[in-house]
Structures are given as C-alpha cells and as structure tokens.
C-alpha cells in the first residue's frame, strides 16, 4: 500500500498529485522478457489497482492506473519484439488504457480533495501547536517577569538595609569625632593654661620649646580608623564655624579615607541568573511496508507444501520434477495466495518446464487472480535456486517484486521459499544472457529467503490440476 504520507512534505494538493505522478511514469522495460508477458502482467495490474479503488486506498490505486498507462502507451511500443506481440493481447490492453484514462482522473480529483483536506487539517494543527506555543512562552515571560521582580525587590531590600547601616556607621563616626576633638580641645586649653603658669617669667628661649603634651602651633591628630595613616591638621585653617573634621564619603560606593583600604563592602550582588523520505517497480505503489525494500507481504496457506507434494508424488518417485503456478489475491495491501495451479508440463530430474501457459491465462482471468511466483521439486536434491531456477524466477520477479519461489525437497525433508536479492541478484540475472545451467556468483548468494512471505494457517489452498 503507498503510505498515505508519501510526499507528504508537500502541502500543495495539485503539486502533490504531479509528484504521483511522476513517480508512477518511472517505469523501465526489460527488453529480455517478451511483450506478451508485460501484456499478461498489465491486466493482474489492473486488477489489483481495482482492488485498491475498491478498498478506498486511492493513492496505490492512482500510481498503478499511471504506471499502466505509461508502460502501454509510451514503454512497451518500444520493445524491439512488440509488434510480434499477440494481437488480440495488444487489442485488450488498449481498453484498458482508455479505461484507465477515466479511473485515473476520477482518483486523481478525489486525491486532490483529500490532499486538500489533510493539508486543512495540517493548517489547524500547526495553528494550535503554534497558539499552545504562545501560550506557553507567555507563561513563561510571566514567571521570569515574577521572579525578575522578586529578585529586584530582594536587591532594593538589601541595598535599603544596606544604606541603613551605612548611614548608622557615619553617624557613629561623626559623634566619634566630635568627641575626640571636643577632648583635643579640652587637651589644649589645659595645656596652653597649664603653660602660662608654669612658664611666666622664663626666657623667651624657653617658650618656643615644644610642649611633649601637645602638637606644636594650632594642630590636631585626627586618627584614621580605617586602617589608613594619621593625618595632621591645621586647625586654624579650617573655615570659621566649620564643624568636626570628616572625610567625604560617597555612601554608594566604597569609603576611602586618606588613601587607606576600603572597609565599608560594596553592594551585595544578587545573582540574577538563578529562576524558579526504497525500491521501485512497475509494479510497486512506494509502499510504507515494515518488510525489507518496502515489499507487501505474501500469505502462504500452511497446507499448500503438503497437498502440491502430494500432486506431485508420482513425478518424484520417477525423479522428475514437478512445477507449478501460485496465483492470488491481493487483500488490504497483502497477497494472499488461494490458488495452486498445475499446468501442463514436461520435466526432467533437475528441469520442469510448463508447456502451455494460455491455460493459465484462461483460468486466471475470470476468477480475477494475480500470479505470485511459483513452485517445484528438487526430488533428489536440496532445497536453493539453480541458475536456471534464478532465470525462471526472474521473470515472475520483474513482473511483480513480491513474487517468491517455493522449492520442496522430499529426499531431504526440506522446503524453501525464496526470492533474488534486489541489490544483487535482480542485477546479476537481469543482465545474464546465457541459457540453460552455468554459473553465477556464490558468494554472496543471488537469492534469498523470502523475508516478506509468512506462513498462516487461516487459508487453505485451492488445487487446479490442468495436466
């Protein structure tokens, strides 16, 4: 089934529809495998691509109607063995690209609608994811604000207390002050009045002695309690009526007096940061599968092995091989094969080779069934793919990728169900022009095991023996 995301990047309803289409138009033609077999193919085409109309998956629907008529109008004309090619094959096939004309512009108008809707519902979503988004950061602009606010007022707390006690320390300080100069004066006038009686009368020489007690002239120590010098002062060089001598002080700043270190601390820092786009083919629809390369899964009733053995039983005791064709439905983006069918054949010990595949056309066609791969018998061998086996499978594979091959072992109890390898197996065989048994790489090995085929047991198998 193609993913209903495929090219889902793409908004645009009319510009998605050609982006489907273009990738359903990138079909190529093995020009090895003749046109009637593209012929056949084209109509198990359709009639899958109506079983995805059917089951409303429009998508798988449009790419396989555009594959189709890509390949029958523009790829197959081409084939240098195309006008060889069964008339009445040609003739059905040109229906059925008028047909599919009209199916694919019906499915194309509804996948617009679709698309349109999807991208609606796209808009809206973005536009409530981008509102949600909004709402949030708003939310968050609200708290950061809240907390912002709350560390602001913390700050201005702080920076409040902070003056307060910067302001009690400078008044402590100035009555400090006017206490040490109102003694210094007190200090003065007992020491000028102490010397006017000690001295009166003494020579001259003597009163210009300096007196121990007291600074020389009209000076005074003023103390630095902030671990700086002490500084002298002329007292009658201050202004009249001045008061206490007191340094300047900046209280938003660090005090500095007399070029001494700071011993008021600055303003406490707040800390501001802390806050409370797989393998392609002409028949494949870009499906989403979880299987490997994207391939849709191909359901095997459990008894199919046993009742083929058993048509094949008298085949094996002559040590013949036994082949035959497993055809199906396709089922909610799954194959599901209901049909065993024997043609007529001829066969070897290591060859079987179906002599007339017009019978299984005319079987298949009315009951509307698909061709899934097919099936034979190694009755003295193991279970793996010849090279003639790989050729064999080939052609059902390039038909359609999910195409898988059984082999039953008798002799050694075994069954396989294999498929080439799509990196190197298809590569290798599809370009390998040699005929019957030769040799092809080993290592590593062409084909393998079937990831995509599951064995269940809700199905069994219908036989049609047309030998």
Not at 181 to 195: F, H, S
Not at 400 to 427: D, H, M, Q, W, Y
Request: a negative charge; one cysteine or more.
């Amino acid at each position: 089934m193609a993913s209903p995301g495929i090219f889902s990047e793409i908004h645009d309803p009319s510009e998605r529809v050609r982006q489907l289409c273009t990738y359903a138009c990138k079909v190529d033609i093995d020009e090895a495998i003749p046109p009637k077999r593209y012929l056949r193919s084209g109509l198990e085409m359709m009639r899958m691509a109506k079983v995805y109309q059917e089951e409303g998956n429009y998508e798988s629907a449009f790419i396989l109607y555009t594959k189709f008529i890509s390949l029958f109008v523009e790829k197959l004309p081409k084939h240098p063995d195309f006008k060889s090619a069964p008339q009445a094959d040609v003739s059905a096939i040109k229906k059925k690209v008028v047909a599919s004309f009209a199916s694919a512009e019906k499915l194309k108008a509804k996948l617009k609608e679709r698309y349109a809707a999807i991208e609606k519902k796209r808009q809206e979503e973005e536009k409530r994811i981008q509102e949600e988004l909004a709402r949030k950061q708003a939310e968050e602009e609200a708290r950061r604000k809240e907390i912002e606010e709350l560390e602001e007022c913390k700050r201005q707390e702080a920076e409040t207390k902070w003056l307060e006690e910067q302001e009690a320390r400078l008044q402590e300080l100035k009555r400090q002050e006017q206490e040490r100069q109102r003694q210094q004066e007190a200090a003065t006038a007992a020491a000028a009045a102490a010397a006017a009686g000690i001295y009166s009368g003494a020579p001259p020489n003597l009163l210009n002695n300096q007196i121990p007690s007291a600074p020389p002239g009209n000076l005074s120590y003023i103390p630095n309690d902030f671990g700086g010098s002490n500084k002298l002062v002329d007292i009658d060089s201050q202004p009249a009526g001045a008061g206490p001598i007191i340094p300047d002080r900046d209280l938003k700043k660090n005090l500095v007096i007399n070029d001494g270190p700071s011993v008021i601390s600055p303003l406490p820092s707040v800390d501001r940061t802390t806050k409370p786009p797989a393998y392609d083919h002409f028949m494949s629809t870009g499906s989403s599968s979880g299987n490997k390369f994207g391939l849709r899964d191909v359901l095997i009733p459990s008894d199919l092995p046993r009742k083929f053995l058993v048509k094949a039983e008298h085949n094996t005791l002559k040590n013949v091989e036994t082949c035959a064709f497993l055809a199906g439905k396709l089922r909610q983006d799954a194959f599901m094969i209901t049909h065993l069918i024997l043609p007529k054949q001829t066969g070897t010990a290591d060859t079987c080779v179906a002599e007339d595949e017009e019978d299984l056309f005319l079987y298949q066609e009315p009951r509307d069934l698909i061709t899934l791969g097919w099936i034979h018998t190694h009755p003295s061998q193991t279970a793996f793919l010849s090279s003639v086996d790989m050729h064999n499978q080939y052609g059902y594979q390039a038909m359609l990728p999910e195409a898988i091959a059984i082999v039953c072992s008798p002799k050694f109890n075994e069954t396989g169900i294999f498929s080439l390898s799509i990196e190197r197996g298809l590569v290798e065989i599809g370009s390998c022009r040699q005929k019957g048994f030769h040799q092809h790489t080993k290592n590593p090995p062409l084909f393998e095991d079937s990831s995509h085929a599951r064995i269940v047991d809700t199905e069994k198998i219908e036989v049609a023996d047309l030998r």
